[in-house]
């Protein structure tokens, strides 16, 4: 690890370190200081929900079975909260309450008792010991909106007692955010925090100091989260739709109780749309860049359906580093950045100048994904570089991930320039950009460039992946280096093949693009599709190899060839 990557990792090592301290003081003194929060004497208002709710999970609850997190749990009669759960990513989902909107859907008074007993439980069981996965700031914050936003659900024909237990767990774990929302994880987990203590303000009594101090919080996140591009600092596509699922509800509220906006809100939230439009794909589904998992076209039109900002998608994000290629109705979206920290690293993918590839409805190149209710071995492999459509290196990440415990996953080495050139291509209004990083300079002395260009009819794209010394000039024949440009395969496209130097993939509706090139054999390979909303499943994919002892540079053609609906 170089001197600068050693100094970054320590920073943030001493920052989890403080974090972690944090919260044990901040546990300490909400538990044993009861006099430190006040209880509400009554709710102002319930927010809205933009999330899509389905009544068959809350006939499931009803029956004592929870669906949630990829795995569903039968309780066998007992408290879902009280016995062992079948994953961590089962656990945060439960005791985020983020189910309660299902319940609500089904506009029934059996439910909405029980969901008032469930909340009970929760109460009894692990409103009063902060520990665990139940008191993660992140779950906490999600539990904060989900029993402000369903109140009515669960206080519904409820006594004066259980009235009075919801809001004295509720001030409880307001309090305990507001002490640890400082040394929250960066990212979207503190702009969350900010976010549920802002709706607390609103939907509970709150003086005007208080009104106040929550929007100068949220306005300071947002500024400082919300890049000028309305991308967000994770460079995670899908962290945009999630905090405007959170951040419009908030903005109605504070409209409807007539309360000042925060300031930075509405140009956040209008710098955000733009950017989400930008990763959208042409079928409605947003592409898989940095964490991103599968998005459903319904997910993403409920918050689009509010953009006020429509107009078409821009060629770059330069604060979030990507660029689009887009003609006709083909659309190339690509990564060309880096973390902008060692904390931001924490879930981001070593997935430099990886490329996604639609047209019409379907997408056809992309990464791979993350895998949305997945154990961390998962998580880990969805990182590396061979899960995304680019080149590998001697089976190398373009950019390392630590092993360190207490630091976490972070980016040790790897990726730390970029150059890119954006270029019209010829005179009928072609398109494309020559971009390169130095991700394997330190281990191999390599620096891989890729050039992309789209026709101005949409219908070829020609790409040229080339592995040099860092001055530029060819690297000397070596038969020790290994390189392979991949390219992942939607599980819905079907691969064909022509013969070794061409495939063509085949959309369900006959819609069929060619990938041909004379300078490698093109394999099919198995694959794994980490983001699909039913789970991970096998895939394909197709690889080149750069043949050792000769040029380290490959060129190829995507080309369309039927028009959808043809044979």
């Known amino acids: 690890m170089s001197v600068s990557g050693r100094r970054r990792y320590l920073s943030h090592y001493m920052g989890e370190t403080r974090r972690r301290f944090s919260r044990g003081f901040a546990a300490f003194r909400v538990t044993m200081m009861p006099g430190l929060r006040r209880t509400p004497k009554s709710l102002v208002v319930a927010p809205t929900d933009l999330r899509a709710a389905d009544p068959f999970i809350a006939e499931e609850i009803a029956e004592g079975r929870f669906p949630l997190a990829g795995r569903a749990l039968d309780t066998h009669g007992y408290s879902p909260f009280s016995i062992e759960l079948p994953s961590k990513e089962f656990a945060s989902r439960l005791h985020s309450f983020s189910w309660l909107r299902h319940i609500r859907a089904t506009k029934s008074d059996t439910h909405y008792t029980i969901a008032r007993q469930l909340t009970d439980e929760w109460i009894a069981l692990h409103g009063k010991r902060i520990t665990g996965i139940a008191w993660d ?239 961390e071995n998962y998580r880990q492999l969805a990182r590396a570089t061979a899960a995304h459509s680019t080149v590998t290196v001697n089976d190398t990440s373009s950019s390392r991930i630590s092993k360190s415990g207490m630091a976490g996953p972070v980016f040790s080495e790897g990726v730390t320039r970029i150059k890119l050139e954006r270029q019209e291509i010829g005179d009928d209004g072609g398109d494309g950009l020559i971009v390169s990083h130095d991700g394997y300079a330190e281990p191999f002395g390599l620096i891989h460039e890729r050039t992309l260009q789209i026709n101005a009819a949409g219908s070829q794209i020609r790409g040229n992946d080339r592995l040099a010394l860092e001055d530029g000039s060819d690297p000397p024949v070596s038969t020790e280096t290994r390189a392979v440009a991949r390219f992942h395969i939607h599980p819905q496209i079907e691969i064909r093949e022509v013969d070794e130097h061409e495939v063509r993939l085949v959309a369900p509706d006959g819609e069929t693009w060619a990938l041909s090139t004379l300078d490698a054999a093109i394999r099919v390979e198995e694959d794994v599709f980490f983001a699909d909303p039913s789970g991970i499943r096998a895939s394909q994919q197709l690889e080149l190899n750069f043949e050792p002892g000769e040029s380290l540079e490959i060129q190829w053609v995507l080309s369309r060839i039927a028009s959808a609906g043809s044979n």
């Open 137 to 375: 700031a992140d779950v906490t914050a999600q539990r904060i909106v989900a029993w402000l936003s369903h109140s009515t659900v669960v206080l519904k024909n409820a006594d004066v007692n259980f009235y009075r237990r919801f809001l004295k767990s509720l001030a409880m774990q307001i309090r305990y955010l507001e002490l640890t929302a400082r040394h929250a994880p960066d990212g979207e987990i503190r702009l969350r925090i900010r976010i549920a203590l802002a709706v607390a303000t609103v939907s509970l009594p709150a003086s005007a100091g208080r009104l106040k101090r929550a929007s100068r919080d949220l306005d300071r996140e947002l500024e400082r989260q919300i890049l000028g591009d309305g991308g967000h600092i994770s460079r995670n596509p899908r962290t945009g739709l999630e905090l405007l699922f959170d951040l419009l509800p908030l903005r109605q509220t504070y409209v409807n109780l007539g309360h000042d906006l925060p300031a930075r809100l509405m140009p956040a939230i209008d710098r955000m749309y733009p950017a989400l439009r930008f990763f959208r794909h042409q079928g409605g589904e947003l592409a898989l860049f940095n964490g991103a998992t599968t998005t459903l076209a319904h997910e993403l039109m409920s918050v689009l359906r509010y953009d006020e900002t429509a107009g078409k998608p821009f060629r770059a994000l330069p604060h979030m580093h990507y660029q689009r290629l887009a003609a006709g109705d083909t659309v190339i979206i690509v990564d060309t950045g880096v973390p902008i920290s060692t904390s931001m690293s924490r879930t981001a993918h070593a997935g430099c100048l990886s490329f996604e590839m639609s047209s019409g409805k379907h997408r056809f190149v992309i990464n791979s994904g993350a895998p949305r209710f997945a154990g």
